[in-house]
C-alpha cells in the first residue's frame, strides 16, 4: 500500500480548500436559505414575511422550495421587493410561483423587472390573485391591521401624498433612496444589494451595486426611518455565487 509525502499532502490540501471553497459558493449556499426574524415594535400586530431579488431563470425546484418555506411560516401578508426576473421569457413561470403562495402578495419593481421588458398587468393580475396587489408608486391600505403599504416604482420623482393609515410601511428597492423620501416612515423594507453575495469577515461585501449606499445588508437607522435590506434569494446571472451570504426570507412583525 503506498503512502504520500507531508509535503504532498499538504500540496494536494492546499489546492483542494479553494476547490470546495469554490463549490460550496456555487453549488450549496446559493440555495440554502436562512429565515431571519426582525421585529419593528415592541407590542407588534401582524406578522409578515419578506423576500426580494429572485432572479429567476428557471430553477423551478429551488422556486418550489421558497414558496414552501414561506408557506409554513403562514405569514399574515407577504413583501416582494423586485428583481423578480432578467429576462422576460420567464415571466410567465416566475409568476406562477408567486400565484403557489397561500398569502396576500404585495410587490414593487426592481431595476431588473423594468430593464426586462416585462408586462406589469400580468404581474398587477398575478399578484392581485393572491389577495395582495403589485404597488408601483401607489399605496393601500390593510384596515384590519391600520397598516398602509406603499410600492415604490424604480425611478422618477416620488410624490407620497399624505399617510392612510397610522402605520406603513414602504416597499423600496432601492437601499439608498430610504435618506431621501421627504417623510417618515413605520419601516422600510429594501433589496438590490443581494449582501454582495461574497462577503469577507471582518471587510463585509467584496462589490455592491449602486443604489446601495451605505446600506448593504440588515437593520439600519435611515434618514426617513428603521430600514431593512434583504439578501435577496436569487443571485444575479453574471455573478451566480454566493459565499457568507446565504439567501433570505425574513419574518417581520410590527
Partial sequence: MSTISRRRFLKIATLSVPALAGVHASLVEPR???VRYLQGSSQPTCRFVHFTDLHYRG??????E???????LKPEFVCFTGD??????WVPEALSFIAQIKSPVYGSPGNHDYWS?????????VFRQTGGDWLVDRSLVLPQHDLEIHGMAWMGIHAFKQPLASRCVLLSHYPAMA??????????LSGHSHGG????????????PTGVGPYDLGRFNSRCGPLYVNAGVGTLST?????????EITVVTI
Fill in 32 to 34: 440554502r436559505i436562512q
Fill in 179 to 188: 435618506d431621501s423620501l421627504g417623510r417618515n416612515f413605520e419601516l422600510i
Fill in 239 to 247: 455573478i451566480p455565487i454566493r459565499w457568507n451570504c446565504p439567501p
Fill in 197 to 208: 453575495q461574497i462577503r469577507l469577515p471582518f471587510y463585509g461585501p467584496l462589490i455592491i
Fill in 59 to 64: 430553477d423551478a425546484e429551488y422556486a418550489s
Fill in 117 to 125: 421588458g416585462a408586462s406589469f398587468p400580468d404581474f398587477v393580475r
Fill in 66 to 72: 421558497i414558496v414552501q418555506t414561506i408557506n409554513r
Fill in 84 to 89: 423578480l426576473i432578467e429576462h422576460k421569457e
